[in-house]
């Protein structure tokens, strides 16, 4: 059976019939999904950048269909 270690907690576990492989426990699982939440993990590369706004400019709404 193929062993490995939670990444979070570093408790030994295995991987067939995990769900929640490859952590330990939901628990850890919670643990680094808050942590790509909070920004503590960062995928290196370059920035993109947003698509523009849409701010400021005139959009036709059913309010300002009719209006000059």
Known sequence: M?????????????WKGNPNRPFCSERCKLIDLASWIGGEYVIPGSR?????????????????RDRP
Do not use: A, M
Request: glycine letters at 4%.
């Open 48 to 64: 993109v950048n947003p698509p523009p706004s849409d701010q400021g400019q005139d959009v036709e709404t059913e309010d300002n």
């Open 2 to 14: 193929k062993r490995l270690t939670c990444p979070i907690c570093k408790k030994e576990t295995v």
